[in-house]
């Protein structure tokens, strides 16, 4: 695979993926001294700032508390605005409550945000790296899930058939960017 550089995926972060961990440290960077405000959530992500309130007020994310918004609550925003390439919000919303129960309260979770985004950003390298099929994505999915701890029974599935989902979404996401450069070029 090369070294080129590539957008962390749902941000406006640039980075080279060469190496598993890379979202857990820009994002360990990026986090170290504390939350986001608003516009910082925004030149990250490439959302307007009226469109993470309205995701605020939908109840899809809880809150900042002060005005910061955790790494937790980045990766959820970071999340819905990457899948949103493939999915209607209805969908998002009904995948994330799948795993994650209430989506504006954090204390009922089978993962966090952060955790489920890094998970995802790794296996996404993996594919990349080694031109995995994507009939062998429920196969690498568990292999790389397998540090997981279940905080109850049956949350370890839920988290594979979300992170299968999420990976098809990448991959119907890239294939209709493909088919519209086709388009254009008619």
Known sequence: MENTKIFLPGTTIEVTLDKKGISN????????????????????TGLEPYIIQNWI??????????????????CR?????????????EKIVSLLTYINGQLDDESDDLIDDSKLYDYYVDLLFRIESEAVETKDYGKIVTEEVKDYTEPKEGSRERLEKVLVIMLYAHYAARMMKKAEELLTAL
Request: net charge positive; hydrophobic share 45%; glycine share 8%.
């Open 77 to 89: 925003v970071v999340i819905i605005n990457m899948l949103k390439e493939s999915l209607q919000l």
């Open 25 to 44: 440290g820009v994002l360990s960077n990026i986090f170290m001294t504390g939350g986001l405000v608003l516009s910082q959530m925004s030149q990250l």
């Open 57 to 74: 007020k939908r109840g899809f994310l809880s809150p900042p508390v002060r005005k910061q918004y955790s790494r937790r609550q980045f």
